[in-house]
């Protein structure tokens, strides 16, 4: 079994609708969670971090189970500059060290269409 | 303020030859990580230095070896390459000694091909 699991897709959406992408993850001692973009031939870049309670930043929300090792993200009124690979990111390691080493899922794409 | 650096943007090389990619961390910060991105695929992690010390690896062959400088700077060596080792490197740099919400920040990259 994978570290962290995602749906490659393609999720093919038009503008403005709502967007729900899903995350799994094994190794019940990770610590830290996060959602990075990416765009075609370009590096990852932080979306957002997810926190236990829930967080939101403007049209997306972040929402993590532990009890289930499930990470999702929601995107509202999607827009055509959305159109992107979303990475599912976790970090197994116990966080004193500082040291981070994140375990990526394959990736979402996302293709938002007028 | 600058952000993460690789050099060189794209590089071409044969079976069995060995690189050298660099990488400039951001400014302050003094870890740099190396991930592999195959093409399709999420990043994979190489391995991590700080202190001029690899600190974690990934599972990925004694052919792939870094270092740190003084200056936080790294390379990441790769000998007898293999046509497998085409993808993108990526290289991440944060801030060790933080919470678990330190960030790594990514370079551009540096586009691996072998034919």
């Known amino acids: 079994r994978k570290e962290v699991e995602q749906d490659p897709g393609p999720f093919n959406v038009p503008e403005g609708a709502t967007v729900a992408f899903n995350c799994t993850y094994s190794?019940?001692?990770?610590?830290?969670f996060f959602w990075y973009r990416q765009d075609c031939r370009k590096e990852p870049k932080l979306l957002m971090s997810v926190y236990s309670s829930g967080n939101e930043d403007g049209r997306f929300t972040a929402q993590l189970n532990r009890a289930s090792q499930y990470i999702s993200l929601l995107i509202r009124d999607s827009k055509l500059s959305d159109s992107a690979t979303y990475l599912c990111v976790v970090n197994p390691r116990g966080t004193d060290t500082g040291f981070q080493k994140l375990v990526f899922g394959t990736g979402t794409r996302l293709l938002v269409s007028p | 303020d600058a952000g993460v650096t690789q050099s060189p943007t794209h590089l071409i090389k044969t079976r069995g030859q060995q690189v050298t990619l660099r990488c400039s961390p951001k400014s302050g910060h003094d870890t740099v990580s190396w991930y592999q991105q195959a093409l399709g695929q999420g990043p994979q992690f190489i391995f991590q230095y700080y202190e001029e010390e690899e600190r974690q690896r990934g599972n990925f062959p004694d052919r792939f070896s870094g270092h740190q400088f003084p200056n936080y700077s790294s390379e990441l060596n790769v000998n007898a390459l293999l046509l497998g080792d085409s993808a993108l490197y990526l290289c991440?740099?944060?801030?060790?000694?933080?919470?678990?919400?330190?960030?790594?920040?990514f370079g551009a990259g540096t586009r691996l091909s072998v034919l």
């Open positions: 190794n019940s001692a990770s610590q830290s």
């Open positions: 991440a740099s944060s801030l060790a000694g933080l919470t678990a919400k330190n960030i790594q920040y």
